[in-house]
């Protein structure tokens, strides 16, 4: 995004961020590629500019040309140690950190001089969060920065809640860049742009990957069953039968890509009652909306899904930990969000008027053993009163 054009802040970010400025602690800020990391830096960087006038602010893009002579650790340091003043605060803004090798070097030497204010952004989680961990634990705090939720979806684009808004939500996702361009007519070339440059210089560029059959059929098969559980030997077993030679380890080598790059997130399964993980099977869903859907097109019918997919999304973009519950006799919840020591447990169903789904939905809510939160999201039914404290929400009311 251009200097001139508008920043939209997005405080669901800058209020967890705000408390660190100023800090000596570097501040990493993962995501996928386009969500808004540039976004959230310029957001610092007015805040510093309006608290601290005097401070010294140094921004590092290592996409832009401008800074193409960087070519290493050395010269990332070179760059930062000239601009560096003396007597003031130092805030150091490096944009895709993960371009320059050994990156963690540099940040973890410039964060010894308490007048350093750091921060980074980077688009692989791989090679940020195993860094991270191992090299500067104790000296960082990580936020990972989401597509827009739906309120921000709404803020972004000045338009009101409503059943067409939804639908535009879950065709077109929360990237932030499409509020630039005119609605609708350019947004799914802009998608499938941003899809192929995080296919194929996230993965296929990073990994040097020459299987890009594999990996499209894998995607095509994860967007088509977005909220269904697999495990990896069924989805070799899938690729199989396309005529597409695989196994369980390739598929869990290429599957661990894509999460890399953010593209899908996992959603492992969890027993409720015995409070522990299972080893196999897990749901995988999209990071973004719109990418999915730039990756098999939108259809009515998966609707359900997307439901599911943006239920998932809007929890984890609240700071939960989501798991997908498994109680006895192999009854599903479809999420256990966990955050600051509580639980919170939702279904999601298109509707809940037929007998059967509303026996299934809410019954199987009561049989969780605590009194945590439970929720029912439906597409459009809503109840004013709750059955056995169980709340009934649409999805809108859900999303906001």
Do not use: C
Not at 106 to 116: E, H, P, T
């Amino acid at each position: 995004m251009e200097e001139t054009q508008k920043i939209i802040e997005r405080p669901l970010y800058m209020d967890r961020l705000r408390p660190f400025i100023g800090k000596n602690i570097i501040k990493v800020l993962t995501g996928q590629r386009r969500v808004g990391k540039s976004y959230i830096l310029k957001s610092v960087a007015r805040h510093v500019q309006e608290t601290d006038p005097e401070a010294n602010i140094i921004s590092i893009d290592l996409e832009n040309f401008a800074f193409s002579h960087i070519k290493d650790a050395q010269g990332l340091y070179d760059e930062i140690a000239t601009r560096l003043k003396e007597g003031v605060k130092n805030y150091i803004l490096i944009d895709e950190v993960q371009e320059i090798a050994e990156f963690e070097r540099v940040v973890r030497s410039l964060n010894q001089d308490a007048a350093n204010d750091i921060y980074v952004t980077g688009s692989n989680s791989a090679m940020l969060s195993s860094e991270i961990a191992s090299k500067l634990a104790g000296r960082s705090f990580e936020m990972q920065i989401h597509p827009l939720s739906y309120d921000e979806y709404l803020t972004f684009h000045n338009t009101e809640d409503s059943d067409s808004a939804l639908i535009d939500y879950l065709t077109y996702g929360g990237l932030p860049y499409l509020v630039n361009l005119p609605l609708h007519s350019t947004w799914n070339e802009y998608i499938a742009g941003v899809t192929d440059a995080v296919v194929y210089r996230d993965i296929v560029t990073r990994h040097s990957l020459r299987n890009n059959d594999f990996l499209q059929r894998l995607l095509l098969f994860l967007a088509y069953n977005i909220g269904q559980i697999f495990t990896a030997k069924k989805i070799a077993d899938y690729l199989k039968s396309q005529r597409i030679s695989s196994s369980v380890g390739s598929v869990q080598t290429y599957a661990g890509y894509v999460e890399e790059a953010f593209i899908v997130n996992k959603s492992r399964r969890w027993e409720i009652e015995g409070k522990r993980f299972f080893e196999i099977g897990e749901k995988y869903f999209f990071e973004d909306l719109g990418i999915r859907n730039s990756i098999v097109g939108f259809r009515p019918h998966d609707l359900s899904g997307l439901m599911e997919n943006a239920v998932y999304n809007h929890l984890r973009s609240r700071g939960y930990k989501v798991m997908t519950g498994v109680l006895s006799g192999g009854r599903e919840i479809d999420f256990v969000a966990e955050k600051d020591g509580e639980n919170l447990y939702v279904q999601v169903a298109m509707t809940v008027a037929d007998k059967s789904t509303a026996e299934r939905e809410y019954g199987n809510l009561t049989l969780i053993p605590d009194n945590y939160e439970k929720i029912v999201v439906t597409y459009r039914d809503s109840f004013p009163n709750t059955m056995q404290g169980i709340r009934t929400m649409t999805l809108r009311e859900f999303l906001k």
